[in-house]
């Protein structure tokens, strides 16, 4: 299983992932700017991923919302529409020990 955060999708593991076609387990987005999610399209095109998770206040409404007046980039739109994709609840993910 591979626990990963946006953050941690760099370099070797992102190519790693992106190589072969990866599975992730559960991808968690705590910021919503598009540098933080430029990587985003990539991976949601080339890796199955399981289960989303995300401040629960935060919908795909909101998000349009803030983003209106300067848009958004691939990665925000990209996750725009996975927030409406993954509706259900986030996987029950073991993260080794820290709780959420």
Known sequence: MIVVTIHQLVGDLLGGLLSRGGELTNLTIS??????????????NNCHIKSLSKNWYVDSDWIRREKAQNGMGPGISTLVNMIDYYTGPSLNTDWGGFNC
């Not at 910021?31 to 949601?44: G, I, R």
């Open 31 to 44: 910021n919503f700017d598009e540098d933080h999610v430029s990587d985003l399209p990539d991976l949601y």
